[in-house]
């Protein structure tokens, strides 16, 4: 892997308000700015080149840059800077803004604007690349925004800005800067504060009072069952719920959002078979839980509304998060309100330790059969769960186009040897179903991806290095972004991007399938306006074209093998991206 492109860390004092952001930036400890240049940053690109000690990531586009830094917040633990150039790049960013701020993943968003003084202004360009307050464009789904107007502001907001972004609930933010402020000469050298002291604060803990009553819920019910959704983000917190489902023997079910929170190959884990045990258990703790609807509720088809609760009336809830602590009033992305016995506001990364503790002094004296039953319970599930997907995956083996639980097998069996990681993709769920999954920073699905998968495998991939990395990527989801595979180019990050290639916006067609039964209308018709099939893109000609190394269409179940090998091999032997395109089954 190539390193981004930088200049050695500047030894002498920033001479303008651009040096001065670098100089403030570098110190907080971030690492990469990825952008597509723009006029109104022209001074902090300078200072990125000249002042220099942050990598830049040229993108070919404002939303891969920001899934770039998504993906290597979510595998560095800390953010990554983007840069935007005014109303037109922040317009191109918002949409992998607002999935970002979906996902809780912090990042530092500089944005640039025109001269806010009228005579400084050009005629026309520079009053279009003008607003008064760009951030109106992403206030409702950024956790912080500042346009400061002076050089102590230039500072003190990347502070404000950084302390925000990382405090969870984490998220992004963003610092706009007006021109004339980024190319302002300093008058003296400029005095930068001890950043230690502005570091964030340290994570909420459980209060006694919930902790001990949470623990007492726990050790009494006769099937508890954790539902997880965010706890694997952070891996203290995944392996915090790790040792308290082992001790109290609980089946755990994953809601497999964006990252893995427990387990697969731990026979605690249940995760397929919600219903069932939601309706056997008379204790729910929701772990990193934001959707609690869709938790304690199933859906009988993603086409219709409406979700059938599976947790009987009398069974207790406990929920552990800070989801309160971080809410908008113009998107409804909060979800449904919904019944909770003990609501508790914390940080399970601390909240979990200190969970296991008291629930391992309340173990004392309780007759070990409790445990048995129940991690005789969850085991009889995690077994039957396997046996049940190992029959589907035989019974789809020889389909043509190759089903999605073939590929997933084949491309497990191509990369398990290697210290792998994936950076995106799940291929509708085979992947947790077939794969050995134990620990989060070698699995990563962001659910919302249309055009940001590639971007951020590339991010974990930045972020972890040294790593075999794979990457699942759909069509409809490639043909949004194609000039990520540029960035991958110029990177020379060794990758092996699978296509999933079903030549389809395919989850429309369920859709349009349920509208033309319901009205009585030609179902033969429902791919219109969504087949992507004439003409069908060839993926691997376009990695070719960035001299990248491309193999496919592979159309045949028994080519997948075959051309995954040489794919490994040549990834091997070329240290370069190499995209397979597979042409799939729909789902």
């Known amino acids: 892997m190539k390193s981004p492109a930088s200049n050695k860390e500047g030894t002498k004092a920033p001479e303008y308000v651009s040096d001065l952001v670098v100089e403030t930036m570098r110190r907080l400890g971030i690492e990469y700015v990825a952008f597509n240049p723009g006029a109104t940053f022209r001074a902090l690109h300078d200072s990125f080149v000249q002042y220099g000690g942050i990598g830049m990531v040229l993108c070919c586009h404002e939303e891969v840059a920001v899934a770039i830094a998504d993906g290597y917040a979510r595998a560095k633990g800390r953010p990554m800077a983007v840069a935007v150039h005014d109303i037109v790049g922040l317009q191109h960013a918002t949409k992998a803004i607002f999935e970002s701020w979906l996902e809780r993943v912090p990042m530092l968003i500089l944005g640039g604007t025109g001269p806010v003084s009228v005579e400084d202004r050009r005629p026309w360009i520079d009053w279009i690349h003008t607003a008064r307050m760009n ?43 007006d021109i004339l402020l980024q190319e302002k000469k300093l008058d003296a050298p400029p005095r930068i504060p001890d950043l230690e002291r502005f570091a964030p604060p340290s994570p909420p803990q459980m209060d006694r009072d919930s902790l001990d009553r949470a623990a007492k819920l726990l050790v009494d019910a006769a099937l508890p069952v954790v539902v997880a959704e965010h706890a694997g ?56 839980v934001r959707d609690m609807e869709r938790a304690l509720s199933v859906q009988r088809s993603s086409q219709y509304r409406g979700a059938v609760r599976a947790l009987r009336d009398s069974a207790k809830v406990i929920q552990i998060g800070l989801n309160d602590y971080l809410v908008r009033s113009w998107s409804e992305e909060f979800g449904r309100i919904c019944p909770v ?24 004296g309780v007759p070990a059969s409790r445990m048995e039953a129940r991690r005789g319970y969850a085991a009889k599930v995690h077994r039957e769960l396997r046996s049940q997907w190992a029959e589907e995956a035989k019974r789809s083996w020889s389909k043509k186009p190759t089903s999605t639980a073939r590929l997933a097998s084949e491309i497990w069996e191509a990369v398990r040897e290697e210290d792998w990681v994936l950076g995106h993709g799940s291929l509708n769920g085979w992947v947790r179903r077939l794969w050995a999954l134990d620990d989060p920073l070698r ?3 962001p659910t919302i991806s249309t055009g940001s998968g590639l971007g ?9 290095k040294e790593k075999f990395f794979v990457s699942i990527v759909g069509d409809g989801d490639m043909l949004y972004t194609p000039g990520t595979l540029w960035t991958a180019a110029n990177l020379r990050i060794p990758m092996l991007v699978v296509m999933f290639n079903n030549r389809s916006y395919y989850q429309d067609e369920g859709h349009q399938l349920m509208m033309a039964r319901s009205r009585n209308r030609d179902v033969s018709r429902v791919g219109a306006g969504i087949r992507i099939d004439d003409p069908a893109p060839d993926f691997a000609a376009l990695a070719r074209s960035f001299g990248l190394n491309g193999i496919g269409p592979v159309e045949g179940p028994d080519e997948v093998a075959p051309a995954l090998r040489r794919a490994v091999d040549l990834l091997k032997k070329e240290k370069k991206l190499v995209l397979v395109d597979v042409v799939t089954q729909p789902r």
């Open 233 to 288: 983000r952070r891996p203290e917190t995944f392996r915090g719920l790790t040792e308290l489902a082992e001790l109290l023997s609980v089946p755990v079910l994953d809601m497999n959002t964006s990252c893995l929170n427990f387990p697969n190959t731990n026979e605690l884990d249940v995760t397929g078979a919600k219903e069932r045990v939601l309706k056997d258990s008379d204790l729910v703790l929701a772990v990193d």
């Open 456 to 464: 951020v495998s590339l991010g974990v991939a930045l972020a972890l």
């Open 341 to 364: 016995d003990l609501p508790v506001a914390a940080d399970t990364s601390v909240a979990l330790p200190a969970l296991v503790e008291r629930c391992r002094e309340l173990l004392r």
């Open 135 to 177: 951030s109106y464009l992403v206030r409702e789904y950024v956790k912080w925004d500042g346009e400061p107007e002076d050089v102590t502001g230039a500072v003190e907001s990347l502070l404000r800005a950084h302390r925000i972004a990382v405090t969870p609930p984490e998220g992004p933010v963003y610092v706009c800067y």
């Open 443 to 445: 699995y990563f699905d």
